[in-house]
């Protein structure tokens, strides 16, 4: 019995990983009803990636937290163990902003806190309260440095009065001092690993603020007033633990959040696609696999530096597993893909031209995708 293992990210504006899957082993089925078709949708550490974590068979945890400007939003994590899944995206992400209007300099991390505070907290009085915190960073609204993140988590960031100080990198300015006495026992013992693709510093002209704070609406004088806070935020740290980490690789992670959990909370950082195949076991799932198709909505140049896809060819590859992408979109063609295993790749635009017919019309068209897979790559035994 051939063996299809499906394991696509989100196809994003359109169809979720998971669903992504379905529609192509639908398609594969209609052709072939004995084909083993196994679906194991991924993520890159963004948004779906607790998703995927549960498909795999974690289970999922409800939380409700604040978002990114503070109203309430209804999220989950995974949790298998002693291991939690956590996803900035699905908690103050910026999806989530209210009405899609950005809020540059008071958007804020504190509901991811809050949710890191859930996994760790939760059943802490038996010794159950999860002891490994994997923190997918894609997808970030704020620019705060994750001072958000720890002041939910028990840290105290206050002002010349001794006030606290307001959520946001903007109100960052004003603060003087970090007080890190209150921080959750929970969290000074667990282990933090980020999932996160981006080596930028916290600081500077490729640092937080001045690359991704115009991605979430910050103008000229916004970002000013951000990189300032940013360069405050950084020198609290610095006098709380004795040591200057802003400028590390990957700092800038996430408007700063990955500064905050390094330098704060010891965390290690770590490609998004490869911790998210640690997580869902992607390694037994290949091993008796025949075939492996991997995509997402574009697949371009971006692609090719360390998202989803390539993450599962590059894996496949070294298992002598041949690899097929499906695509919304390709502008890469196969001569730039076979490197990575890669023997053949489809693109949803092929079969429909217009992209906003290919999005609305995502599911149909990875059906029929998938009937040419069956047919092309399986029956007639090509690759």
């Known amino acids: 019995m051939t063996r299809i293992l499906l394991a696509p990210d989100k196809f ?3 169809l979720s990983a998971a669903e992504v899957a379905r529609a192509l ?8 009803s004995s084909l083993e078709t196994v679906c194991l949708p991924v993520a890159d550490g963004g948004d779906g990636t607790v998703d995927a974590a549960v498909t795999a068979g974690w ?7 604040a978002g990114p400007t503070g109203e309430p939003v209804k999220t989950s994590y995974a949790r298998r163990g002693d291991t939690a899944v956590v996803e900035l995206a699905s908690a103050v992400g910026l999806e989530l902003l209210p009405g899609g209007g950005p809020d540059a300099l008071g958007a804020s991390t504190f509901g991811l806190g809050t949710v890191i505070a859930h ?16 923190v997918g960073l894609g997808g970030s609204a704020s620019t705060d440095g994750g001072a958000g993140m720890l002041v939910a988590l028990g840290a105290r960031i206050l002002d010349a009065g001794g006030g606290e100080v307001a959520r946001g990198g903007g109100p960052l300015r004003g ?3 970090l007080d890190l006495s209150g921080l959750l026992p929970s969290a000074r013992n667990a282990v933090f690993e980020l999932a996160c693709d981006v080596d930028n510093p916290l600081l500077g002209v490729t640092g937080a603020a001045a690359v991704y704070g115009p991605q979430k609406g910050a103008g000229p004088q916004e970002l000013l007033y951000l990189e300032h806070g940013m360069r405050q935020w950084s020198h609290l740290v610095r006098n709380a633990i004795g040591r200057d980490l802003s400028g590390l690789a990957g700092a800038g992670a996430a408007g700063g959040t990955a500064f905050g959990a390094m330098a704060v909370l010891g965390a290690a950082a770590k ?30 140049e971006q692609s090719l530096h360390g998202k989803a896809p390539i993450g599962v060819a590059n894996t496949a590859r070294a298992a002598g597993v041949p690899v097929i992408t499906v695509a919304g979109r390709s502008t890469v063609g196969l001569d730039r893909l076979r490197p990575y295993g890669i023997t053949a790749s489809y693109a949803l635009t092929d079969l429909e031209p217009d ?3 290919s999005m609305r019309d995502a599911a149909r068209l990875l059906h029929e995708v998938g009937r040419t897979l069956a047919t092309t790559h399986i029956l007639e035994g090509t690759s």
């Open 12 to 14: 994003k504006g359109s």
């Open 25 to 32: 082993a639908s398609g594969m089925l209609s052709v072939d």
């Open 59 to 65: 289970d999922r945890v409800a939380v409700t937290c």
């Open 119 to 134: 996994a760790l907290e939760s059943g802490a009085g038996s010794g159950s309260g999860a002891r490994r915190i994997v």
């Open 175 to 177: 603060a003087v001092h």
């Open 271 to 300: 490609p998004g696609i490869e911790t998210v195949l640690e997580l869902i076991d992607f390694g037994s799932a290949l091993a008796s696999a025949d075939l492996v198709v991997t995509g997402e909505g574009s697949l371009d």
């Open 355 to 357: 992209p906003r017919i």
